[in-house]
């Protein structure tokens, strides 16, 4: 299974990988929305993990040109963000997002736990 890791902060894309891997997971990085988009396109994941406040394009904005696009609308997504406010969460699961963890209240393990349990569902 391929996931794709949209997170520009270097600490957390790292040990996020890491774990992804230990899972058995082909994980690949995307450092800022910008590059989010084409690694879509190449890589062809599974699932999304994408983070919202990121350099040169918002995650809010890959989110919405991912459910747009016939190749990419079917990839399930899932948010990991420090922000947390309903109407973040409620916008985002409105754009199509599958899942919404708020970084600061979700251990790492949990979040994996998700991505294992939406990489497998049949698409």
Known sequence: MRILVVEDEEALSRVLSEKLEHADFDVRVAKDGEKAV??????????????????????????????????????????????????DIKRALALGAVDYFVKTQHPLKEIVEKVKKYASLPK
């Open 38 to 87: 084409p690694l879509v396109k190449q890589f062809h994941p599974d699932l999304v993990l994408l983070d919202l406040l990121l350099p040169k394009k918002l995650g809010m904005d890959v989110l919405e040109e991912m459910k747009r696009d016939s190749e990419m609308k079917s990839i399930p997504v899932i948010i990991i963000s420090n922000l947390g406010s309903d109407e």
